[in-house]
């Protein structure tokens, strides 16, 4: 909504953004997408899984940290619902969880809680 300068991210961020089911992109074409996303003239943005505007520095902030630096440092994680799948989670921002799809080569048994 240009004229109220306020995004509606939709599911494109989420304090925790899943990108593990098998229509999501891979974790680096979301990465892209998500920094044109923030070019966009914005002051708030307002998520569905969020009770509360987001303000853009702390997009911007989960944005910086979509890099290969936090995608290798991802750990295994378990959904619940969706234990049959590998994935990984790490936040991009403190208190921002990203979880994707593991391609398997930084997957061992051991889980993050």
């Known amino acids: 909504l240009p004229e109220r300068k306020l995004l509606l991210l939709g599911d494109n961020w989420n304090p925790q953004t899943w990108l593990f089911f098998p229509e999501a992109p891979d974790v680096r074409a979301y990465a892209a997408s998500f920094q044109t996303l923030m070019n966009l003239p914005f002051e708030m943005a307002v998520a569905p899984h969020s009770d509360t505007p987001i303000k853009k520095k702390l997009l911007l902030d989960f944005a910086q940290g979509l890099n290969e630096r936090g995608f290798s440092s991802a750990r295994p994680i378990k959904i619940p619902g969706h234990e049959h799948l590998k994935t990984l989670a790490y936040?991009?921002?403190?208190?921002?969880?990203?979880?994707?799809?593991?391609?398997?080569?930084?997957?061992?048994?051991?889980?993050l809680p």
């Open 91 to 111: 936040e991009p921002a403190p208190g921002m969880l990203l979880v994707f799809k593991s391609d398997g080569s930084n997957f061992s048994d051991e889980l």
